[in-house]
């Protein structure tokens, strides 16, 4: 599947800030924003949420009345509501990151510095990329069941932000994590699988530069379902290492498979949606949505 660049020509932007995403103050961004559109002759205006579900609310409104560029201020939850709220109705979206992990700006090779990200913005190129819907709602990024969705669940009590109070807890539950058998049914052929965890990557990574899917793609209509089978406790470093080197699809502890519809029998009825923890009444279905968003990406990137 390839996809063409393209620039955009007549140009009105919102940013929708979430302020207390990650662990970046937000307060500066504003100041930034007036700093690098100021001179040029693109309008801009500010939305800051304000509750969970907020950036989505926003973002649904602003695509309804035709608002062609949406920019959501945040990490990969805040990116995942505005993605929902936006749909498919067009609208062209891009990404300011600056929550906990930033897992589709880094595979997107977007500054994680504010002002250069803006930049990037100010340039508007344009790609057309993927989407999984999984149970109804858009997933940009990397979602899953198992062990990431547990860890999911209880950062989202976590009273502390950041990278390392999500280490704390993953920490914490490894030990006595057990692992899951799960049944997948992908493009019609059933597999039964033991799994520490399941991601459904349409990105490379879950952020961090942590890589759980390092061939993944956003443009060639596949998901890549990786199945991570139980390791030894002395294989947890080793483990971790292939996740930061990028070469975690060569473990004997990995597989991936890449399909465009499945489902899974999810017993535990707890998963995670780009890292922000869902709970479902039955099994999951998931399906990719190709080529639905428009993205602003830095220019002659292999996305």
């Known amino acids: 599947m390839t996809n063409k660049k393209r620039h955009i020509t007549k140009r009105h932007i919102t940013f929708i800030i979430n302020p207390v995403s990650g662990t970046t103050k937000k307060k500066n961004i504003p100041k930034l924003i007036e700093e690098v559109f100021s001179h040029s002759d693109i309008d801009v205006s500010i939305r800051e949420t304000e509750y969970a579900g907020h950036a989505k609310e926003i973002a649904a409104e602003l695509s309804a009345l035709g608002d062609t560029e949406i920019i959501a201020v945040g990490g990969d ?29 880094r595979h997107l090779g977007i500054s994680m510095r504010a002002k250069k990200a803006m930049e990037l ?16 709602e858009y997933s940009a990024n990397v979602s899953g069941v198992g062990f990431d969705a547990l860890v999911a669940h209880k950062f989202q009590d976590s009273k502390t932000r950041g990278l390392l109070s999500y280490a704390q807890i ?29 991601s459904l990557a349409n990105s490379s990574q879950f952020g961090n530069n942590a890589f759980i899917a390092p061939k993944a793609s956003l443009t060639d209509g596949l998901i890549d379902i990786c199945i991570l089978k139980p390791f030894p406790v002395v294989a ?9 080197a990028k070469t975690i699809n060569n473990s004997k502890f990995m597989d991936i498979i890449q ?16 890292g922000d923890p869902r709970e479902s009444k039955g099994d999951l279905e998931i399906e990719i949505c190709p080529g639905i968003l428009n993205l602003i990406v830095p220019e002659n990137k292999n996305i």
């Open 170 to 198: 993953s920490m914490q539950e490894f030990f006595k994590y057990q692992p899951a058998t799960y049944e997948l049914t992908i493009d019609g052929e059933t597999y039964k699988r033991e799994a520490f965890l399941i």
């Open 236 to 244: 947890t470093a080793i483990v971790f290492e292939r996740v930061m």
């Open 259 to 274: 399909g465009k519809k499945l489902m899974i029998k999810n017993t535990a009825k707890i998963y995670h949606l780009d």
């Open 121 to 136: 913005i100010k340039l508007g190129h344009l790609q057309k990329i993927d989407l999984m819907k999984i149970n109804g």
């Open 77 to 105: 939850g805040t990116v995942n509501e505005v993605v929902n709220g936006i749909g498919d109705s067009g609208a062209i979206f891009g990404i300011i990151p600056s929550g906990s992990g930033n897992g589709l700006a």
